[in-house]
């Protein structure tokens, strides 16, 4: 056998124990929601260092697994990041984004103000890498980026809401100043920041509903 695979260490449950498995994640997973108005109570940098550790089981284009996790708890520089996001999101809100966007997002009441970035005790920032370099050092090219890098994204914030935490996943655009503020290498590109804690009291969300299944499943049968 080839030394470099391993056994797979499986113990086949049975089809109901897969089916209340299945339905009870689902029931779970369904109290997730988007947080915007966050506790200061602060969580343990362990917390977050095992957070991440479930967010690298993610699989990866030939396993380069092209991802940078950035955790930001010093409160100097998640303001610079508030300040410098709230920039680029003036001009968003004012001048670069098409009335369409403007007026999807009029529901859910949000805007150029982020306090957030201020008030969560973590600020989560992945960056995406397009190639490493090996000890050489050579340059190696990463295959899926964006695919491997959403999926990880995808599990952190399952773990998140598993840990009993909340997140809001941010997209100010251009990014670019995060990888400034932060001192990143240049072969990473901001792909999202994070802000991570606790639930501020009495924080409220939009009441929104999730599409049905019979909008986002079609299934194959056979003929």
């Known amino acids: 056998m080839d030394n470099r695979y391993v056994t797979f260490p499986y113990n086949k449950p049975s089809r109901e124990d897969v089916s209340k498995r299945a339905r009870d994640f689902y029931d779970f997973m369904a109290r997730r929601r988007t947080i915007r108005h966050f506790s200061s109570e602060p969580v343990p940098v362990a917390v977050i260092e095992d957070l991440v550790r479930t967010a690298s089981t993610a699989p990866s284009g030939a396993h380069r697994q092209p991802w940078s996790f950035v955790a930001v708890s010093d409160q100097v520089i998640k303001h ?30 949000t ?81 999202l920041l994070i802000p991570i804690g ?20 079609w299934t194959a049968t056979p003929l």
């Open 198 to 217: 606790y639930p501020a009291s009495g924080a409220k969300v939009p009441d929104l509903q999730r599409k049905p299944l019979s909008e986002v499943l």
């Open 111 to 191: 805007n150029d103000c982020k306090p957030f970035l201020d008030e969560a005790p973590w600020l989560i920032v992945i960056f995406k890498q397009k190639f490493h370099r090996d000890p050489e050092p050579r340059r190696v090219k990463h295959y899926y980026v964006s695919e491997s890098v959403g999926i990880a994204v995808g599990i952190f914030l399952t773990a998140v809401h598993h840990a009993g935490l909340v997140a809001l996943t941010h997209t100010p655009s251009p990014m670019r100043f995060l990888q400034e503020i932060l001192e990143r290498p240049t072969n990473e590109t901001p792909f």
């Open 80 to 109: 610079r990041i508030r300040l410098a996001a709230e920039h680029e999101e003036r001009e968003n809100y004012s001048r670069r984004m098409p009335n369409e966007w403007l007026e999807a997002v009029k529901p859910l009441g």
